[in-house]
């Protein structure tokens, strides 16, 4: 079967099940999907709560009810492309706890947070507070957006003098 998206209806650790709740599935078999300790233990990091989306496989049970199996959490897709590359600056960083955080306009309008920088991408680019970066972002597991290729950005200075005259010249002579 296809991949399916859901919300997470409940789930009672204690009891060892919950039900993910996909209108598709409801439509077809009149039941939430029956979702297993196993699944949440094995492919959730222990972690499901109300709320949460996740895309799953279905499967039947003997009884032919609905089951979700091969369960992940769902970042919404529209969110950004891992080749996408963005500019923004150092907002903090603390050598001491490993982590550090990038300031930048089109990715907060996008996650309504700063992205996280995890010191093995601050110390290969030899970052400090304040530096411009460039970057892209990797949804976590947990839904946050982290920092990766981060690369320290240097604004090009080759507009300056005899080169941009030699640019208009050159564009001037594309329009021909």
Same mark, same amino acid.
């Given at each position: 079967s296809s991949d399916l998206?859901?919300?997470i209806k409940s789930y009672l650790p204690n009891q060892g099940f919950g039900f993910i709740q996909c209108d598709e599935i409801y439509a077809e078999y009149k039941a939430d999907v029956f979702l297993?300790?196993?699944?949440v233990d094995e492919n959730l990091q222990k972690r499901a709560y109300q709320g949460d989306k996740v895309r799953f496989m279905l499967e039947l049970s003997k009884a032919g009810k609905?089951?979700?199996?091969?369960?992940?959490?769902?970042?919404? !897709?529209?969110?950004?492309?891992?080749?996408?590359? /963005?500019v923004g600056r150092v907002k903090s960083y603390s050598p001491e706890k490993g982590f550090g955080?990038?300031?930048?306009?089109?990715t907060y309008?996008?996650?309504?947070?700063?992205?996280f920088l995890h010191k093995n991408q601050? !110390?290969?680019?030899?970052?400090?507070?304040?530096?411009?970066?460039?970057?892209?972002?990797?949804?976590s597991e947990k839904g946050k957006p982290q920092?990766?290729?981060?690369?320290? /950005?240097?604004?090009?200075? /080759?507009?300056?003098?005899?080169?941009e005259d030699e640019v208009a010249a050159q564009m001037q002579s594309d329009e021909v």
């Open positions: 998206v859901g919300t297993h300790k196993i699944q609905p089951q979700a199996r091969n369960v992940e959490h769902f970042v919404s !897709e529209q969110w950004v492309s891992p080749t996408k590359n /963005f955080f990038i300031g930048c306009e089109e309008s996008t996650f309504g947070s700063d992205i601050a !110390e290969a680019a030899n970052l400090e507070k304040g530096h411009l970066v460039t970057f892209s972002v990797q949804v920092a990766r290729n981060v690369e320290r /950005f240097v604004p090009s200075s /080759f507009m300056d003098g005899q080169a």
